[in-house]
Nanobody, 113 residues
């Protein structure tokens, strides 16, 4: 099953972006209860976990994004989202979605100061 991530771009510090991750070929009975994650990676560094949602539970955010990022999901459309506000240059990286251990291709976010 391949996930489709989109929504990346270039913004100035303080700006916002909304990432989307679609799982069109994942069956609903797998999508809905699955663990969903967003990661980001900067070249030369390890992939960093940004947020985790386990089933219908509350999201668990990395300290670095708490209060600025919000994740949500649309089970009917088999999509999840990452709303990123008050972006900082250190948020720059390639963002990956992971649903039920499947990966999207990554979408690049660049935040300039």
């Amino acid at each position: 099953v391949q996930l489709q991530a989109s929504g990346g771009g270039s913004v100035q510090a303080g700006g916002s972006l909304r990432l989307s991750c679609a799982a069109p070929r994942m069956i609903t009975s797998v999508f809905n209860p699955s663990t969903k994650r967003w990661y980001r990676q900067v070249p030369g560094k390890e992939r960093e976990l940004v947020v985790t949602i386990v089933g219908s539970g509350d999201p668990i955010y990395a300290d670095s994004v708490k209060g600025r990022f919000t994740t949500s999901r649309d089970n009917a459309r088999k999509r999840m989202f990452l709303q990123m506000n008050t972006l900082k240059p250190e948020d720059t990286g390639v963002y990956f979605c992971n649903i039920a251990n499947d990966w999207g291709q990554g979408t690049l976010v660049t935040v300039s100061s």
